[in-house]
């Protein structure tokens, strides 16, 4: 079955950057894009881009632009999301999410979050 | 930027009633590129449907969506216990795939 683990929560001060991991099984891992989709306490779900695991294309939301690097590695089946110049406001619980179906522009699968704390 | 608008905010009725909530787009959402998810707490959001109408697999077939062009529809026809939770709408026809702000279901 589809499975996407990803890393433990973090802690950083305001200015550092973090790095989450996504680890995918259960299928095709270049098959699928990977979206990266973050939620800040109590409030509603925010999409912050794309990763073609098949070729590394990515598509990132202006308001993340130039402060957010998506990567893969598909000798471990692995997506990444960095996140550089952290704020307070980007404390959130950072989720990763696999295509539905091959560039379906929607997700199916979701990891189970990553808590991301900024905070000095 | 296609800003998406939930309404209403919560909706508050009781086991067996049905529920309508309702994703309004600022534009037209091509082909009919919206998705609905639920998402209870502390939980990662699930997908119900996709394409404004299109079940995902396994949802029950009390869920159901409808609408094109800038208004959409979900609807619960018989409101379970398990069904009172947070729904958000996203639109994937263009770039940001905007979300909604949610709409909580609650018992009444």
């Known amino acids: 079955q589809v499975q996407l683990v990803q890393s433990g929560a973090e802690v950083k001060k305001p200015g550092a950057s973090v790095k989450v991991s996504c680890k995918a099984s259960?299928?095709?891992?270049?098959?699928?894009?990977i979206s990266w989709v973050r939620q800040a306490p109590g409030q509603g779900l925010e999409w912050m881009g794309r990763i073609s695991a098949y070729n590394g294309n990515t598509n990132y939301a202006q308001k993340f632009q130039g402060r957010v690097s998506m990567t893969t590695d598909t000798s471990t089946s692995t997506a990444y999301m960095e996140l550089r110049s952290l704020r307070s406001d980007d404390t959130a619980v950072y989720y990763c999410?696999?295509?539905?179906?091959?560039?379906?522009?929607?997700?199916?699968?979701w990891g189970q979050g990553t808590l991301v704390t900024v905070s000095s | 930027e296609i800003v998406l608008t939930q309404s209403p905010g919560t909706l508050s009725l009781s086991p067996g009633e049905r529920a309508t909530l309702s994703c309004r787009a600022s534009q037209s959402v091509s082909s009919r590129y919206l998705a609905w998810y639920q998402q209870k707490p502390g939980q990662a959001p699930r997908l119900l449907i996709y394409g404004a109408s299109s079940r995902a697999t396994g949802i029950p077939d009390r869920f159901s969506g409808s609408g094109s062009g800038t208004d959409f529809t979900l609807t619960i026809s018989r409101l379970e216990p398990e069904d009172f939770a947070v729904y958000y709408c996203?639109?994937?026809?263009?770039?940001?795939?905007?979300f909604g702000q949610g709409t909580k279901v609650e018992i009444k």
């Open positions: 996203q639109q994937y026809g263009s770039s940001p795939r905007t």
């Open positions: 259960g299928y095709t891992f270049t098959s699928y894009g």
């Open positions: 999410a696999r295509d539905h179906y091959d560039s379906s522009g929607y997700v199916a699968y």
